[in-house]
């Protein structure tokens, strides 16, 4: 049978990925209409008690997430694309999703750190930047390392979307 709710989430989770390969950014209106779309289709398939689950579902993955938006080491749209999950899937699901994104998105990194032949010298910044933390007791945000956008990120949008294959894949 035909999962509407993948349908739609993996719909939104392309579309995001397009809008953030054009953009770096991802449409406050579509995250918002993703998401009451994914809470409409929670409400008429396991009712208003599930929908209520999804709402707070959305509200604790955003404050989960929050503090790693103020440390640069993510965007706030991936943190609301993770909250658009969450009202799709619930808490659960959006948790196994974070865990599977962020493993492949170190993954994707180490391979373009790699590539990119900056290993050591990326290593030497991490490490400076956890030893001023130790040093100052105070959080920073993680500055890129070049000073280039666009060569210190990646589009994490796309591995969401990996994130959100492997824990469907692994929930069956």
């Not at 449409?27 to 409400?43: D, M, P």
């Not at 050591?120 to 991490?126: G, N």
Request: aromatic fraction near 16%.
């Amino acid at each position: 049978m035909i999962d509407i709710k993948i349908i739609c989430m993996v719909c939104a989770l392309i579309m995001a990925c397009l809008m953030d390969l054009e953009r770096y950014a991802i449409s406050n209106r579509f995250l918002i209409g993703t998401g009451l779309l994914g809470l409409g289709i929670t409400f008429c398939q396991d009712g208003l008690f599930a929908g209520a689950g999804r709402i707070a579902a959305c509200v604790i993955l955003i404050a989960a997430l929050f503090p790693l938006f103020a440390l640069h080491v993510l965007g706030a749209a991936d943190i609301k694309l993770f909250a658009v999950i969450g009202c799709y899937y619930g808490i659960g699901f959006g948790f196994r999703c974070i865990l599977w994104a962020f493993a492949l998105g170190g993954f994707v990194s180490l391979l373009k750190i790699i590539r990119q032949r900056e290993f050591r010298a990326r290593l030497m910044w991490a490490f400076r930047w956890g030893a001023e933390l130790l040093r100052s007791g105070k959080f920073r945000p993680y500055q890129h390392f070049s000073g280039q956008y666009e060569q210190d990120t990646i589009h994490f949008t796309w591995v969401i979307l990996g994130g959100f294959f492997l824990t469907i894949w692994m929930s069956r």
